[in-house]
């Protein structure tokens, strides 16, 4: 049995006062056992850990037999600085920048699925960065960097001032592919097979369980299930924005078409229209197999249900709602990311 919820070791950057800016958590352990464990509960929780701290944690896990694990630690070995140490005994509210971090990690990492970890505290303890071509940087301390920078004759790109980078600088996972890094945040989750175009983007908190064809926008909170695809500049309704408290998510094998929204959680099979933002309010004109209108309905009653095609009626303008028998089959050889 495990003593902690997570614990992981990284390198941390800091500002001139030595607040940390942000970690790099090469490989965090959810519910470590073992070997382990018991090195983890050695080390413990604080920001002053050795690298010396990091060959413990590398033996442990090749005690245990996790080649790739001991591996991670052993780079971490290799710094020469002190690193940072994070033991989560539960899934508590965020108090730290590391906390933080290491939930955004696990959640890149696929070792915790959207919506699944407490991330409460998250924008209160993530300080503002300008992510730049010399890596994390104070705000306050851009100018100084920028004239430090002309001084030796290079250039510093500051890339944008955010709480949160980008995925790909800290985690990349297996079997993916992403036409623009900017646009998929740290704490984002990419399955296996998932394709993010240039128009794609993917917030923290969100996923596409993959496969899936991403050229639409994954708000926080929102996830998209295996073989659907969101098409050009099409949204998802996210929960920040608003104080929305619905979850939506769209499940497997359904298309929503390109400039289309989705503000509905969707069952399996289901495809909205290009250009047709569905809302919850959105008054919805129910047909039956034969074509023929049943009644109206507001579009939340029909969140969660399978096989649903929601069009605008071409003349009327009406938001239409008819079964769905055909599901959305995805061209398999976008998915292949040997």
């Not at 920048?97 to 998250?122: D, F, M, W």
């Not at 301390?141 to 949160?164: C, G, M």
């Not at 646009?183 to 369980?209: C, K, P, S, W």
Request: aromatic residues 4%; proline residues 4%.
């Amino acid at each position: 049995m495990s003593d902690y919820f997570s614990f992981a070791l990284g390198s941390s950057t800091r500002n001139s006062s030595g607040d940390i800016l942000d970690t790099w958590f090469p490989l965090p352990l959810r519910q470590p056992s073992g070997n382990a464990a018991e090195a983890a509960r050695r080390v413990g929780n604080h920001e002053s850990a050795s690298p010396e701290e990091a060959t413990l944690i590398a033996d442990a896990l090749d005690a245990d037999g996790q080649a790739a694990g001991a591996k991670a630690y052993r780079m971490l070995a290799e710094i020469d600085q002190p690193l940072t140490a994070v033991a989560l005994e539960t899934d508590g509210d965020i108090t730290s920048a590391p906390e933080a971090y290491l939930k955004l990690h696990l959640l890149s990492h696929r070792l915790a699925l959207p919506n699944t970890l407490n991330l409460n505290g998250i924008f209160e303890h993530l300080p503002t960065v300008a992510w730049t071509s010399q890596g994390p940087v104070d705000p306050a301390e851009v100018p100084a960097r920028l004239v430090a920078a002309r001084a030796a004759r290079e250039h510093l790109t500051v890339f944008a001032v955010d709480k949160f980078p980008r995925m790909t600088d800290y985690v990349i996972p297996s079997g993916v592919r992403i036409a623009d890094s900017s646009r998929v945040r740290l704490g984002a989750y990419l399955g296996d097979g998932t394709t993010v175009m240039h128009e794609g983007q993917i917030n923290f908190n969100a996923g596409a369980l993959g496969p899936n064809m991403v050229e639409g926008r994954i708000s926080q909170g929102v996830t998209v299930g295996a073989d659907s695809d969101l098409g050009g500049s099409a949204s998802t309704m996210g929960t920040l924005s608003g104080g929305g408290e619905i979850v939506i998510s769209i499940g497997e094998k359904c298309l929503v078409g390109a400039n289309a929204g989705c503000g509905i959680p969707l069952g399996d099979r289901c495809t909205i229209e290009a250009g047709l933002y569905i809302t919850a309010g959105t008054v919805v004109q129910v047909l039956d197999e034969s074509g023929a209108a049943v009644g109206t309905v507001k579009a939340r009653d029909l969140a969660g249900q399978d096989d649903m095609l929601f069009i605008r009626h071409s003349q009327t303008g009406t938001v239409q709602c008819r079964t769905n028998r055909r599901a959305i089959e995805l061209n398999t050889r976008l998915h292949a990311h040997n």
